[in-house]
């Protein structure tokens, strides 16, 4: 069994903890008893990180709905209708029409990019995340 240190996704307190994995596979996690932020211990979140990990339900291509089914497309496709249809949105309704939702499974960079990309670009302060404590 292999132990590699991580920060928890979930929150913005960084939590310390070791992803378990054995034959390049992520079985479990276990607390970083040194770490001062969270001594030894987890939340439900911390505990339950890494299940997303090998999920079957995990996506791995994006997906784009042609008539009425979902179907497997290219990033460059996905993200021509996403943009193109924020654009018509915010140009029939106003910006404070969007409003943009970020993961804690990112990087505290690329939520900046995002958060960014929402109030330069799209002119709204609607941003939210989804690390609640």
Same mark, same amino acid.
């Given at each position: 069994m292999k132990k590699t240190s991580a920060i928890c996704p979930f929150c913005g307190c960084g939590c310390n903890f070791y992803l378990v994995s054995e034959d390049d596979r992520v079985t479990g996690v276990e607390p970083s008893p040194n770490n001062p932020v969270n001594k030894g211990m987890l939340c439900t979140k911390g505990w339950n990180s890494y299940e997303f990990?090998? &999920?079957? #339900? !995990?996506?791995?291509? @994006?997906? /784009? !709905? *042609?008539?009425? *089914?979902?179907? /497997? $497309?290219?990033? #460059?496709? %996905?993200?021509?209708? /996403? &943009?193109?249809?924020? *654009?018509?949105?915010? %140009?029939?309704?106003? @910006? &404070?029409?969007?409003?943009?939702? $970020? &993961?804690?499974?990112v990087s505290n960079e690329e939520n900046y990019i995002f958060q960014k990309m929402a109030r330069a670009v799209f002119k709204t302060n609607n941003v939210d995340h989804c690390a609640r404590l």
């Open positions: 990990i090998h &999920s079957p #339900d !995990r996506l791995t291509t @994006p997906l /784009v !709905r *042609k008539n009425g *089914k979902l179907t /497997v $497309s290219t990033w #460059d496709e %996905a993200l021509g209708i /996403v &943009s193109a249809r924020l *654009k018509e949105i915010m %140009a029939q309704h106003g @910006p &404070s029409a969007l409003a943009f939702l $970020s &993961s804690a499974k």
